[in-house]
């Protein structure tokens, strides 16, 4: 098992873009967050998801939204893209809502 | 609200030496603690929740509710140590959201 995978791992994109981001969770877990880490601070909760829907969501704009496939793979959208938005994007994946999450590698988004 | 504070952003010590990496919390209800670890060119990974009352790779914590505290402790550092290490608190009505404090840096010099 590969664990949580994310792709792409970076990203350049400009001012006013969007971008889709993706993950696949863990064999055998089927709810997926999302955080985004700024550089030198902590992870930050963006969303969650379960059975195909945003479950609990942090406090960040509309602009982030989301998806969760039947397969559990999930998508993190992002529009109109602002400077800010740059950070390192990750993905875990859990057995149920409340469970254990495991993180993946990330993707690094870098907003020019 | 609910907030994670880890007043080092670096903590330098000498391998032997004792190690101990301070979380403070801010949450008015029943909370979940935990520490993750994240070594050179790795990803996040969970090192220890307070609830497990164990110790993993000689670290322990201790859930203080009165001093609102969820300090990692190791007696003696080892320089596989050295990483970046994040508390992180899950409330009782959050669901899965953790949220994380800002990390502190372990260097453990041979």
């Known amino acids: 098992d590969a664990g949580v995978t994310q792709s792409p791992t970076h990203l350049i994109k400009t001012r006013g873009q969007q971008v889709t981001l993706r993950c696949s969770p863990k064999s055998g877990h089927d709810t997926v967050s999302w955080y985004q880490q700024a550089l030198g601070q902590g992870p930050q909760f963006i969303f969650q998801y379960y059975e195909e829907e945003e479950r609990q969501r942090g406090n960040f704009p509309d602009r982030f939204s989301g998806h969760q496939f039947p397969n559990y793979s999930s998508e993190l959208n992002v529009n109109a893209l602002l400077l800010g938005d740059s950070a390192l994007y990750l993905c875990?994946?859990?057995?149920?809502?409340?469970?254990?999450?495991?993180f993946g590698p990330g993707t690094r988004l870098t907003v020019t | 609200a609910q907030r994670v504070t880890q007043p080092e952003k670096l903590l330098s010590v000498f391998k032997g030496a004792p190690v101990e990496l301070k979380c403070n919390y801010s949450?008015?209800?029943?909370?979940?603690l935990f520490w993750y670890v994240q070594y050179s060119r790795q990803r996040l990974q969970l090192l220890l929740r307070h609830i497990s009352r164990e110790s993993i790779k000689g670290f322990t914590a201790d859930l203080n509710k009165g001093e609102t505290s969820f300090h990692l402790k190791k007696p003696f550092a080892q320089e596989e140590d050295s990483a970046m290490y994040y508390c992180?608190?899950?409330?009782?009505?959050?669901?899965?959201?953790?949220?994380f404090g800002g990390g502190t840096r372990l260097m453990v010099k041979p």
């Open positions: 949450y008015s209800g029943s909370p979940e």
């Open positions: 992180a608190l899950r409330g009782d009505n959050a669901g899965n959201m953790l949220t």
């Open positions: 875990a994946s859990s057995f149920g809502p409340s469970y254990e999450q495991y």
